[in-house]
Structure formats: structure tokens, C-alpha cells
């Protein structure tokens, strides 16, 4: 269950970032270089789907800076962009949430196996 919050949170932070850089509610009109910011993202979704201890670590410290990203534009903005950082906060603090969860599981599992 944990591992699907944590597929499903990762897959709709990078259709957010880009539906928000791409149509929803760009820099400039017609789209942005911003959204090659969900590139960094792409990276751990294998590691992910492969259950990988090391990608949920690497990952739960990546997310930080989609988090502070939607803070900083969620203060700074106007409606709609506004609306879509503080999606991109939910968001990032869910899959943040989910990571730590599964790897505190993952250790208290080995701790008691041996």
C-alpha cells in the first residue's frame, strides 16, 4: 500500500510539473523551459517500481526542492499558479511521507528477520 502511494505520488508530481510549465499556467505563454524540471523525477521512478531501498533515501532528499519550490511560488504567484503550488506541496509531502514510511517498515522487517 505504502509502495503505491509512493508510485502514484511520484507519477502525478511529474504530470503536475508538467501540465503547470507546459498548459495550466506557464512562465510564458505557449509553454516554459521550467518544465524540464520534472526531469530530476524520472530518474528514481525505476528505482522505485523495483522496490530499491537506496531511491526511496536518494529520493526522500530530492523532494525538498519540489517543496520548496511550490512554497517560494505558492507566496509569490497569482491564482492559478498559486492553486498549483500548493498541489505540487500536498503532492511532495505525501511522496515524502510514503518514502520514509516504507523505509522505516523496510528496517524495522530486517531488524526483527535476524
Not at 507546459?22 to 518544465?35: F, M
Request: some cysteine; aromatic content about 10%.
Amino acid at each position: 500500500m505504502i509502495r503505491a502511494l509512493a508510485v502514484s505520488q511520484l507519477l502525478a508530481l511529474i504530470v503536475l510539473g508538467l501540465a503547470w510549465e507546459l498548459w495550466l499556467a506557464p512562465l510564458r505563454p505557449g509553454g516554459s523551459w521550467l518544465a524540464l524540471k520534472v526531469v530530476p523525477l524520472c530518474l528514481p521512478l525505476a528505482g522505485i517500481l523495483k522496490n530499491r531501498m537506496y531511491t526511496y533515501r536518494w529520493l526522500s532528499l530530492l523532494l525538498w526542492l519540489y517543496f520548496m519550490e511550490g512554497v517560494v511560488r505558492a507566496s509569490s504567484e497569482g491564482a492559478p499558479g498559486a492553486w498549483l503550488a500548493g498541489l505540487e506541496i500536498l503532492i511532495s509531502l505525501l511522496l515524502f511521507l510514503a518514502c520514509v514510511l516504507h523505509i522505516r517498515l523496510r528496517q524495522h522487517a530486517a531488524a526483527n528477520s535476524l
